[in-house]
């Protein structure tokens, strides 16, 4: 069966950093492509990056030019548990952080966490 | 970047009813469009990709089409559960880009 659980809600201030992690089972992150997305309060969807496995020699992972320079994804193979590390956080960063992934790039996103909600606050 | 607009923005229907939601995207995207529904304080659920194309378990009274710009998400009986915002989203080009989302009320 097909899961992806996240880590718990977190409170941070502003200047913070926040990682936020995504275990995935079901597939191994060698098969996958992990997404990642946020939603603010009642908007819609932003994406954020995701790992394409058809970019450079190995597959790289693709940033959202509004994140560059503050959001960094990293995968743990050995426990099948993806990170997304955002920094220099603002309150506009308020948001509910969503893991995804894709079992080929032509299917897109198939499954989804449950969400993280993180708040910036001082 | 692409911009994907929905519409309409929101929607009354019965139980029942046949359901047709559009998606327009700013260029051409071949059919590398998903749909997703979500209900409040929910996940997003994948119901569609590549535009056409069911995910495993979605019902079949959900269906897409469309290639390049202009697309549709069709609900052929609208049913109770269904009731929700569902989005669109392009993965053909980065940055990937989402519709504002179209939200299906009980009327």
């Known amino acids: 069966q097909v899961q992806l659980v996240q880590s718990g809600a977190e409170v941070k201030k502003p200047g913070a950093s926040v990682k936020v992690s995504c275990r995935i089972s079901?597939?191994?992150?060698?098969?996958?492509?992990m997404y990642w997305v946020r939603q603010a309060p009642g908007k819609g969807f932003e994406w954020m990056g995701n790992?394409?496995?058809?970019?450079?020699?190995?597959?790289?992972?693709i940033y959202a030019q509004k994140f560059q320079g503050r959001i960094t994804m990293i995968e743990d193979t050995s426990t099948d548990t993806a990170y997304m590390e955002l920094s220099s956080l603002r309150s506009e960063d308020t948001a509910v952080y969503y893991c995804?992934?894709?079992?080929?790039?032509?299917?897109?996103?198939?499954?989804w966490g449950q969400g993280t909600l993180v708040t910036v606050s001082s | 970047d692409i911009q994907m607009t929905q519409s309409p923005s929101s929607l009354s229907a019965s139980v029942g009813d046949r359901v047709t939601i559009t998606c327009r995207a700013s260029?051409?995207?071949?059919?590398?469009l998903a749909w997703f529904q979500q209900k409040p304080g929910k996940a997003p659920k994948s119901l569609i990709y590549a535009a056409s194309s069911l995910h495993s378990g979605v019902p079949s009274r959900f269906s897409g089409s469309g290639s390049g710009t202009d697309f549709t998400l069709t609900i052929s009986s609208l049913q109770p559960e269904d009731f929700a915002i569902y989005y669109c989203q392009q993965y053909n080009t980065y940055p990937r880009t989402f519709g504002q989302g179209t939200k299906v009320e009980i009327k």
């Open positions: 790992f394409d496995p058809e970019e450079g020699e190995d597959g790289e992972a």
């Open positions: 260029q051409g995207i071949r059919n590398y």
């Open positions: 995804g992934f894709a079992i080929n790039m032509l299917q897109g996103v198939g499954y």
């Open positions: 079901g597939y191994t992150l060698s098969e996958i492509s």
